[in-house]
């Protein structure tokens, strides 16, 4: 089996390789698939946390844009310090900045703790989901820290590109690594069939 680095590293050149053009018909394949997977879990008013893309991820933009329009709250991440994640809301319009903490972009606001906000669903980032809901993150760990404190009924999908779906065992999953339920590709939501159970 390859390391977790070998396989971010051939993630991550398969990303760059992407031209615009595939990459903004990813970001809207996103959003149409994504919104109506979300409306279908999250009732009109509910809160989503998501993420807004840098660089070669899958766009986000127009999918948080979609959840906006379709009435669902959305919040995203603030890096703090201790690889500890806050929350801030979205909108179109609210000012970005990029982050002191890590390569990311975040709201130039207060963010606040995720178990003072009622989450109704959660997008993560990550470079790849194996189909027994192992997640592969770009190593800083501000996920899976944020992921443990979750309720298990909360639904979590991790945003990627198609082919970023692996079969089981495709890379190293310790127990440090937090589970997530389900993938949102340019495809459609895709259920991982596991429960997600966090001690």
């Given at each position: 089996?390859?390391?977790?680095?070998?396989?971010?590293?051939?993630?991550?050149?398969?990303?760059?390789?992407?031209?615009?053009?595939?990459?903004?018909?990813?970001?809207?394949?996103?959003?149409?698939?994504?919104?109506?997977?979300?409306?279908?879990?999250?009732?009109?008013?509910?809160?989503?946390?998501?993420?807004?893309?840098?660089?070669?991820?899958?766009?986000?933009?127009?999918?948080?844009?979609?959840?906006?329009?379709?009435?669902?709250?959305?919040?995203?991440?603030?890096?703090?310090?201790?690889?500890?994640?806050?929350?801030a809301p979205w909108r179109p319009g609210t000012p970005i900045g990029r982050s002191r903490y890590a390569a990311v972009a975040e709201p130039q606001v207060p963010g606040v703790p995720a178990d003072q906000l009622p989450l109704a669903a959660v997008l993560t980032p990550g470079l790849a989901v194996d189909t027994a809901?192992?997640?592969?993150?770009?190593?800083?760990?501000?996920?899976?820290?944020?992921?443990?404190?979750?309720?298990?009924?909360?639904?979590?999908?991790?945003?990627?590109?198609?082919?970023?779906?692996?079969?089981?065992?495709?890379?190293?999953?310790?127990?440090?690594?937090?589970?997530?339920?389900?993938?949102?590709?340019?495809?459609?939501?895709?259920?991982?069939?596991?429960?997600?159970?966090?001690?």
């Open positions: 089996m390859l390391t977790k680095d070998q396989v971010r590293a051939e993630l991550l050149l398969r990303r760059r390789a992407l031209t615009a053009d595939e990459k903004a018909a990813a970001g809207r394949a996103l959003a149409d698939g994504g919104a109506a997977a979300i409306a279908a879990l999250v009732p009109e008013g509910g809160t989503v946390a998501a993420y807004l893309s840098v660089g070669s991820e899958p766009p986000t933009l127009p999918l948080l844009q979609a959840l906006d329009a379709g009435g669902r709250r959305v919040v995203v991440p603030i890096c703090e310090p201790g690889y500890r994640l806050s929350w809901g192992g997640r592969l993150g770009k190593g800083g760990g501000y996920y899976d820290r944020f992921l443990a404190s979750l309720p298990p009924a909360v639904p979590v999908a991790t945003v990627l590109y198609d082919h970023e779906v692996l079969a089981s065992g495709s890379f190293p999953v310790t127990d440090l690594d937090a589970p997530v339920a389900a993938a949102l590709t340019p495809a459609g939501w895709r259920e991982l069939g596991v429960r997600r159970v966090y001690s």
